[in-house]
């Protein structure tokens, strides 16, 4: 449930998992006239995002993180997605980089308000297969606890476990963390077996507020 133009809304989000390259939403606020027609149905569809909207969409599995973004002087609903597995797939819209990807989305409208790219490509698959990057189910972490983001963490097929800084007042702010000096996103970590094996993280992050101050960020590798 949102505020919008003054009233709620009832939003009902989620992906096509591995049905399709995609994800949508539908307005669920008033349904005392939905019948069984095809132009009932559609009256309730709020928006569908493809690979026709962002290459970087593959297959999504996992559920977005919707919350309350601050952008300027208002608040907007923004559901983040990870870009999902095989973007790549020969289909006319093929991400030709096969790069690990946040999807920021403006709830009401579905339009991609932002892409955060990890840099991390097909080039960089750690089994040497080629294989395009897809990143999972960010978490969303209040590190002060004024109710308000200021972090998300997502894992990826290849490993890596990303930080991203949305602390700042635009989402045009929002960026992965980097190293000291450097543009270039960097992992917060790497999970790697004994024999140095990448190790992909499947699954969302969780967050927890530390007893003696800062964050634990608990991960699970899949697959």
Known sequence: DIPAGGSTKTIAVGTFGLGAQGAWALDLTNLTNLSSTQASANSHLLWELTDTDAAQIGYMPNAPAVFSAVNGDTNKWVAVFGNGYNSSESDG???ATGEGALLVVDL???SVEKTLKTGKKATNDPTGASRPNALTEPVVADADQDGVGDYLYAGDLFGNL????ISGDSIADWAFTTATGSSTPKPLFTTVSREGTAQPITARPS?????EGGLLVLVGTGK
């Open 108 to 110: 009401l409208t579905g």
């Open 93 to 95: 819209h093929a991400d």
């Open 207 to 211: 967050v927890a507020h530390h007893p």
């Open 162 to 165: 990303w930080k991203v800084d």
